[in-house]
Protein backbone atom coordinates (compact mmCIF):
# COMPACT_ATOMS: atom_id res chain seq x y z
CA UNK A 1 0.00 0.00 0.00
CA UNK A 2 1.75 3.77 -0.89
CA UNK A 3 2.63 5.36 1.84
CA UNK A 4 0.15 7.92 1.15
CA UNK A 5 -2.76 6.34 1.38
CA UNK A 6 -5.98 7.32 2.40
CA UNK A 7 -7.02 4.23 3.73
CA UNK A 8 -6.64 3.02 7.26
CA UNK A 9 -4.40 -0.07 8.15
CA UNK A 10 -8.10 -2.13 8.67
CA UNK A 11 -9.83 -0.51 5.22
CA UNK A 12 -6.44 -1.55 3.74
CA UNK A 13 -7.07 -4.89 4.68
CA UNK A 14 -10.34 -5.62 3.49
CA UNK A 15 -10.03 -3.67 0.50
CA UNK A 16 -7.40 -6.33 0.14
CA UNK A 17 -9.67 -9.34 1.00
CA UNK A 18 -12.33 -7.92 -1.05
CA UNK A 19 -10.90 -7.29 -4.14
CA UNK A 20 -9.03 -10.88 -4.59
CA UNK A 21 -12.39 -12.43 -3.39
CA UNK A 22 -13.53 -10.35 -6.74
CA UNK A 23 -10.96 -11.53 -8.92
CA UNK A 24 -9.27 -13.95 -7.76
CA UNK A 25 -5.86 -15.13 -9.64
CA UNK A 26 -6.20 -17.81 -12.62
CA UNK A 27 -3.35 -20.32 -13.20
CA UNK A 28 -5.48 -21.89 -15.82
CA UNK A 29 -4.96 -18.17 -17.76
CA UNK A 30 -1.88 -16.91 -15.98
CA UNK A 31 -3.71 -14.01 -14.77
CA UNK A 32 -2.80 -12.72 -11.54
CA UNK A 33 -5.95 -11.88 -8.97
CA UNK A 34 -6.80 -8.41 -8.01
CA UNK A 35 -4.96 -8.31 -4.54
CA UNK A 36 -1.80 -9.06 -6.19
CA UNK A 37 0.93 -6.93 -4.82
CA UNK A 38 1.39 -4.64 -7.85
CA UNK A 39 -2.14 -4.17 -8.85
CA UNK A 40 -3.47 -3.73 -5.56
CA UNK A 41 -0.88 -0.72 -4.99
CA UNK A 42 -2.42 0.92 -7.87
CA UNK A 43 -5.97 0.41 -6.28
CA UNK A 44 -4.91 1.45 -3.30
CA UNK A 45 -3.36 4.55 -4.90
CA UNK A 46 -6.06 5.35 -7.56
CA UNK A 47 -9.11 5.98 -4.82
CA UNK A 48 -9.29 9.93 -5.52
CA UNK A 49 -12.36 11.32 -5.28
CA UNK A 50 -14.19 7.83 -4.82
CA UNK A 51 -12.26 7.56 -1.45
CA UNK A 52 -15.76 8.59 0.56
CA UNK A 53 -17.85 6.27 -1.12
CA UNK A 54 -15.24 3.01 -1.14
CA UNK A 55 -15.50 3.97 2.24
CA UNK A 56 -18.89 3.80 2.53
CA UNK A 57 -18.58 0.16 1.26
CA UNK A 58 -16.34 -0.84 3.36
CA UNK A 59 -17.86 0.35 6.42
CA UNK A 60 -20.71 -2.05 4.97
CA UNK A 61 -18.54 -4.48 4.10
CA UNK A 62 -17.60 -4.52 7.96
CA UNK A 63 -21.13 -4.38 9.09
CA UNK A 64 -22.43 -7.63 6.79
CA UNK A 65 -19.24 -9.88 7.91
CA UNK A 66 -19.74 -9.10 11.60
CA UNK A 67 -16.11 -7.53 12.20
CA UNK A 68 -12.92 -7.90 9.60
CA UNK A 69 -13.60 -9.16 6.28
CA UNK A 70 -10.32 -10.27 5.84
CA UNK A 71 -10.07 -12.07 8.73
CA UNK A 72 -13.11 -14.17 7.16
CA UNK A 73 -12.74 -17.92 6.12
CA UNK A 74 -12.58 -17.80 2.00
CA UNK A 75 -16.23 -19.18 1.69
CA UNK A 76 -17.60 -16.70 4.36
CA UNK A 77 -15.95 -13.59 2.32
CA UNK A 78 -17.28 -14.38 -0.88
CA UNK A 79 -21.30 -15.33 0.62
CA UNK A 80 -20.22 -11.48 2.18
CA UNK A 81 -19.33 -9.78 -0.85
CA UNK A 82 -22.13 -11.39 -2.75
CA UNK A 83 -24.81 -10.19 -0.35
CA UNK A 84 -22.73 -6.58 -0.82
CA UNK A 85 -22.99 -7.23 -4.38
CA UNK A 86 -27.05 -8.13 -4.07
CA UNK A 87 -27.28 -4.73 -2.04
CA UNK A 88 -25.54 -2.37 -4.41
CA UNK A 89 -25.67 1.03 -4.83
CA UNK A 90 -23.13 4.00 -5.59
CA UNK A 91 -20.31 3.16 -2.86
CA UNK A 92 -20.41 -0.33 -3.98
CA UNK A 93 -20.45 0.66 -7.88
CA UNK A 94 -17.19 3.21 -6.71
CA UNK A 95 -15.40 0.32 -4.98
CA UNK A 96 -15.78 -2.19 -7.88
CA UNK A 97 -15.19 0.47 -10.63
CA UNK A 98 -11.52 1.63 -8.81
CA UNK A 99 -10.87 -2.28 -8.75
CA UNK A 100 -11.79 -3.16 -12.37
CA UNK A 101 -9.80 0.45 -14.01
CA UNK A 102 -6.68 -0.88 -12.20
CA UNK A 103 -6.71 -4.26 -12.61
CA UNK A 104 -7.45 -4.08 -16.24
CA UNK A 105 -4.49 -1.60 -16.59
CA UNK A 106 -1.71 -4.11 -15.84
CA UNK A 107 0.46 -6.01 -18.67
CA UNK A 108 -0.03 -9.15 -17.35
CA UNK A 109 -3.76 -9.47 -17.26
CA UNK A 110 -3.89 -7.82 -20.86
CA UNK A 111 -1.64 -10.26 -22.06
CA UNK A 112 -3.64 -13.42 -20.17
CA UNK A 113 -6.60 -12.19 -22.53
CA UNK A 114 -4.55 -12.36 -25.61
CA UNK A 115 -4.34 -8.21 -25.74
CA UNK A 116 -0.77 -6.54 -26.43
CA UNK A 117 -0.39 -4.81 -23.62
CA UNK A 118 -0.33 -1.06 -24.95
CA UNK A 119 -2.56 2.37 -25.68
CA UNK A 120 -5.11 1.52 -27.80
CA UNK A 121 -4.18 4.42 -29.69
CA UNK A 122 -2.39 5.45 -32.14
CA UNK A 123 -2.41 1.79 -33.72
CA UNK A 124 -5.76 1.09 -32.68
CA UNK A 125 -7.86 -2.01 -32.20
CA UNK A 126 -9.75 -4.15 -34.87
CA UNK A 127 -13.26 -4.01 -33.63
CA UNK A 128 -15.69 -6.71 -35.09
CA UNK A 129 -18.56 -4.99 -37.13
CA UNK A 130 -21.78 -6.36 -35.90
CA UNK A 131 -25.56 -5.50 -37.23
CA UNK A 132 -25.90 -1.82 -38.06
CA UNK A 133 -29.07 -2.94 -39.38
CA UNK A 134 -30.42 -3.24 -35.29
CA UNK A 135 -30.02 0.60 -35.60
CA UNK A 136 -32.88 1.52 -38.06
CA UNK A 137 -35.76 1.16 -35.65
CA UNK A 138 -33.18 4.59 -33.43
CA UNK A 139 -32.92 6.29 -36.41
CA UNK A 140 -36.67 6.04 -37.74
CA UNK A 141 -37.58 7.32 -34.06
CA UNK A 142 -39.11 11.03 -33.92
CA UNK A 143 -36.19 13.24 -32.44
CA UNK A 144 -36.67 13.81 -28.42
CA UNK A 145 -33.95 16.42 -27.90
CA UNK A 146 -34.12 20.21 -28.34
CA UNK A 147 -32.14 21.68 -31.54
Known sequence: MPANSPLTAAEARDLLAFAGTMIPASERYGAPGADDKVIFAEIAGSLGRD???IG????RLAVLSGGVFADLPAERR???????????GLPLAALT?????CYYRDDRVMRSLGQEPRPP???GHVV????????????KRTPFYRR
Open 51 to 53: RDD
Open 56 to 59: LALA
Open 78 to 88: LAVANQLRAEG
Open 97 to 101: RVILL
Open 121 to 123: FPL
Open 128 to 139: EQGDWSLLDPVK
